[in-house]
């Protein structure tokens, strides 16, 4: 088990999502993240992704990005799994094109819990045979399972 399976749900879980820019692949993560949670509207959790990354880039290198922000409706920490058909450009620090992503959402007033989950993603999506793990899922169920330990 991991802390993965605190925050992250089959339904927020798709692989080999089409990812043909950046901003079209926020709109897919709004839209998987407001469909799962209704009490989560599309268009302000879209705002807040393309907001946030304003500031910076999300994406770690090796093809990794994190994108996150904090949405006042957010009822509790949020992730969402995604894998991409193709490799998009995310202005990473190495310039390599990112194909896995974990987007994290959560409530407005929780700096520190944002801070302390986004370091053990961050920490998870740096091991490499994790990471090769995810990328060879054949199907968004098997990228669910891989990602929080569950087998079988």
Same mark, same amino acid.
């Given at each position: 088990?991991?802390?993965?399976?605190?925050?992250?749900?089959?339904?927020?879980?798709?692989?080999?999502?089409?990812?043909?820019?950046?901003?079209?692949?926020?709109? @897919?993560?709004?839209?998987? *993240?407001?469909? #799962?949670? !209704?009490?989560?509207?599309?268009?302000?959790? =879209?705002?807040? %992704?393309?907001?946030?990354?304003?500031?910076?880039?999300?994406?770690?290198?090796?093809?990794?990005?994190?994108?996150?922000?904090?949405?006042?409706?957010?009822?509790?920490?949020?992730?969402?799994?995604? @894998?991409?058909?193709?490799? *998009?450009?995310? #202005?990473? !620090?190495?310039?390599?094109?990112?194909?896995? =992503?974990?987007? %994290?959402?959560?409530?407005?007033?929780?700096?520190?819990?944002?801070?302390?989950?986004?370091?053990?993603?961050?920490?998870?999506?740096?091991?490499?045979?994790?990471?090769?793990?995810?990328?060879?899922?054949?199907?968004?169920?098997?990228?669910?399972?891989?990602?929080?330990?569950?087998?079988?």
């Amino acid at each position: 088990m991991n802390f993965l399976t605190d925050i992250l749900s089959p339904g927020r879980t798709v692989c080999h999502a089409p990812g043909a820019s950046k901003k079209r692949l926020f709109e @897919t993560i709004a839209r998987i *993240i407001s469909e #799962d949670q !209704p009490s989560l509207v599309y268009e302000a959790v =879209l705002s807040q %992704l393309i907001a946030r990354e304003k500031l910076g880039s999300t994406g770690l290198g090796q093809g990794i990005a994190i994108p996150h922000c904090r949405v006042d409706a957010c009822p509790q920490p949020l992730g969402t799994l995604v @894998t991409l058909e193709q490799p *998009i450009d995310f #202005d990473a !620090p190495d310039d390599q094109p990112v194909d896995l =992503l974990f987007a %994290l959402l959560v409530p407005g007033e929780a700096h520190q819990q944002h801070l302390d989950i986004l370091a053990n993603v961050a920490r998870l999506f740096s091991q490499a045979a994790f990471c090769r793990q995810l990328r060879n899922a054949q199907d968004s169920r098997g990228l669910f399972d891989l990602a929080t330990g569950h087998m079988g």
